[in-house]
């Protein structure tokens, strides 16, 4: 099975948008999102739905989220979705998966 890596930076205001799109059941094998943003902005993210600002996994600069397959856990295949706490926040993202897509 092929693995696909991608990696990226993506610009975030304060409208929710998709950070990482949803993907087939066990494809997704590792994900990593750290906030990059350089003038104090938050990040929040929500799995399957819109994120709103201080709710779900709420990132701080520098803060990171990742997750991986294991033997007892697989990592969520829902779209992920951010906003930022003010325009202009910034991330890095990490996804890995097998099979046909990212």
Known sequence: MAENIRDSTLTIGTISVVLVLQHIPGERTALAITNT???GQTLSMAWG???VAG???VLYPGGSWSESIDSRFTP???????????????AAIHVRTVGTGL
Do not use: F, L, P
């Open 37 to 39: 943003s350089t003038a």
């Open 49 to 51: 739905k819109v994120a």
């Open 55 to 57: 709710q779900g996994v």
């Open 76 to 90: 969520s295949e829902k779209e992920v979705q951010t906003v930022s706490s003010a325009a202009g926040g910034t």
